[in-house]
């Protein structure tokens, strides 16, 4: 089994910075996703670690831990179409399929 | 590059009814496709990949099938729906040697 936490609602203002974590605790762990997904559409690909460290994409960030089993986005300098769900989903080694946590609402307000 | 299409876009069936939703990739050969559930304010949950034509494995039991008729089509199907089948029901490929999966726009199913 595997069990994925990610907070359920986050508040920030515009121009903050927000970090959203997720924890995890997968046998075979091979790599952890991130996805944004706007009210009433599909999620869209953010990021994707398989190796400890942070990986940047402009005012994106993911990090991973894999001895700790963390991983967490950080968003900065918000806008208000950051406001979305972020979820955060793992894969095992040798299987395609994801394992996705019950996402984390983040409300950017002015 | 490649897209995937989803259809219908909305749907509101009657309880016991039959159910049929499709889901076409272009640009990419021998996708892995799925199938994926998402009930209101929930996570995503997957219900059947496919990893070739005719080859289909459930992750969960219930009332739904999927079927590969040919490479880049994935369809899913109910004889008789339930109330509990409402929600969001969204398509996904991965293919190239990359295990990130790519959404179509999904279907919003009301079951009544």
């Known amino acids: 089994g595997q069990n994925i936490d990610q907070p359920t609602e986050m508040t920030a203002t515009e121009g903050a910075i927000v970090q959203i974590n997720c924890t995890y605790q997968t046998s075979g762990f091979n790599g952890l996703f991130w996805y944004q997904q706007h009210a009433g559409e599909a999620p869209t690909f953010l990021s994707y670690?398989?190796?400890?460290g942070l990986e940047e994409k402009g005012r994106f960030s993911s990090f991973l831990s894999r001895s700790k089993g963390y991983s967490y986005l950080l968003l900065k300098e918000l806008q208000m179409k950051d406001s979305a769900s972020y979820l955060c989903a793992v894969t095992r080694s040798n299987d395609y399929k994801l394992s996705f946590g019950a996402g984390t609402t983040v409300t950017v307000r002015a | 590059s490649q897209t995937i299409h989803q259809w219908p876009a909305t749907l509101v069936q009657p309880v016991g009814s039959p159910l049929s939703l499709e889901c076409t990739v272009e640009g990419t050969s021998n996708p892995n496709l799925y199938w994926y559930r998402q009930a209101a304010g929930r996570g995503l949950q997957l219900l059947f990949y496919?990893?070739?034509?005719?080859?289909i494995s459930s992750e969960v039991p219930q009332n739904l099938s999927a079927s590969r008729p040919q490479d880049r089509q994935f369809i899913l199907s109910s004889k008789k729906l339930l109330l509990s089948d409402s929600g969001f029901y969204l398509c996904?490929?991965?293919?190239?040697?990359?295990?990130?999966?790519?959404f179509g726009p999904g279907t919003r199913l009301l079951v009544l």
């Open positions: 996904a490929w991965s293919g190239g040697g990359e295990e990130t999966q790519y």
């Open positions: 496919s990893v070739g034509i005719g080859q």
């Open positions: 670690n398989v190796l400890d």
